[in-house]
């Protein structure tokens, strides 16, 4: 199992409810993965964006802990590519003593 920050920003046009939904959605993409969310996500709220991104100048920025198996969120990772509402998303694989610092074990 690896550790992983996920990061995605979420259309600022959609209602807040909205784009929390979109939470769960990334959560059951994760979990149908074999992938554990540690914690809960990060949520930063609506924020302004450094540069407008699809002409649009606010997001709602969220943040999330995962372990899963190399390759297991590929198609999640897809998923948030070809959605509308997500402006951006940042997978990251983190070094193993981020990922303990962090709380998250990992066995390579």
Do not use: C
Not at 34 to 42: F, M, N, Q, S, V
């Amino acid at each position: 199992m690896r550790a992983y920050e996920l990061m995605v920003i979420i259309s600022g046009n959609l209602e807040e409810s909205a784009a929390h939904s979109w939470l769960n959605t990334i959560t059951k993409s994760v979990q149908n993965a074999k992938g554990t969310i540690h914690g809960t996500p990060d949520w930063w709220g609506k924020k302004r964006l450094a540069y407008p991104i699809k002409k649009q100048d606010d997001g709602y920025y969220a943040v999330f802990n995962i372990t899963a198996a190399g390759g297991a969120l590929d198609e999640t990772e897809r998923a948030l590519r070809i959605a509308d509402d997500v402006l951006r998303h940042k997978l990251l694989r983190l070094p193993d003593d981020e990922a303990a610092r962090r709380g998250m074990t990992v066995s390579a």
